[in-house]
């Protein structure tokens, strides 16, 4: 079983010392799911939403998101992103939600791309309320990680050595 890093040896939480890891081309994607009315669909592929474009306000929330993450989660590095990109495609039931993150740093940016991919569906919930109550945002998961010492981690996938 594999320790958990954000402890010490007395149980008390800390930032983990990343000072001696090697700089690394780090990927990660991380995807999520707002199922909606057809009705709050439609609002959004018409661009028809009182409050503005909610595609683009939901991708650019959710760029900011992976930039201010160590701000959010307690225990994060601050990181230099060198690129997040945030996809949302709109299909029969709602709108697929995906964020990649990348950088060239001694740690992963999983957390970054989880959060890019919260904070976009949250601004997408925002915006469309008013239409449909009963959205659900849902299946928020690390698609795949790349780069570090533990090489790379696919969804549905062993893991391989890079």
Request: glycine share 8%; aromatic share 2%; proline share 1%.
């Given at each position: 079983m594999s320790e958990l890093t954000h402890l010490d040896g007395?149980?008390?939480?800390?930032m983990v010392d990343v000072g001696e890891k090697s700089v690394t081309e780090?990927?990660?994607?991380?995807?999520?799911?707002?199922?909606?009315?057809?009705?709050a669909l439609e609002?959004?592929?018409?661009?028809?939403?009182?409050?503005?474009?909610?595609?683009?306000?939901?991708?650019i929330a959710g760029i900011q998101?992976?930039?201010q993450c160590a701000s959010l989660i307690p225990l994060c590095h601050p990181l230099m992103l060198d690129s997040v990109?945030?996809?949302?495609?709109?299909?029969?039931?709602?709108?697929?939600?995906?964020?990649?993150c990348k950088i060239s740093g001694r740690t992963g940016v999983e957390m970054e791309a989880l959060t890019a991919v919260?904070?976009?569906?949250?601004t997408i919930y925002d915006m469309c309320k008013a239409v449909d109550k009963t959205m659900i945002i849902r299946d928020i998961q690390v698609e795949r990680k790349v780069g570090?010492?533990?090489?790379?981690y696919q969804r549905g996938q062993e893991?391989?050595?890079?």
């Amino acid at each position: 079983m594999s320790e958990l890093t954000h402890l010490d040896g007395s149980g008390r939480a800390r930032m983990v010392d990343v000072g001696e890891k090697s700089v690394t081309e780090r990927l990660a994607v991380a995807s999520g799911f707002v199922s909606m009315s057809a009705e709050a669909l439609e609002m959004v592929s018409e661009a028809s939403n009182k409050k503005g474009d909610v595609l683009a306000i939901a991708r650019i929330a959710g760029i900011q998101a992976a930039k201010q993450c160590a701000s959010l989660i307690p225990l994060c590095h601050p990181l230099m992103l060198d690129s997040v990109n945030v996809d949302l495609e709109l299909v029969a039931t709602g709108i697929k939600v995906e964020a990649v993150c990348k950088i060239s740093g001694r740690t992963g940016v999983e957390m970054e791309a989880l959060t890019a991919v919260s904070v976009a569906a949250l601004t997408i919930y925002d915006m469309c309320k008013a239409v449909d109550k009963t959205m659900i945002i849902r299946d928020i998961q690390v698609e795949r990680k790349v780069g570090g010492q533990s090489g790379e981690y696919q969804r549905g996938q062993e893991a391989c050595v890079l």
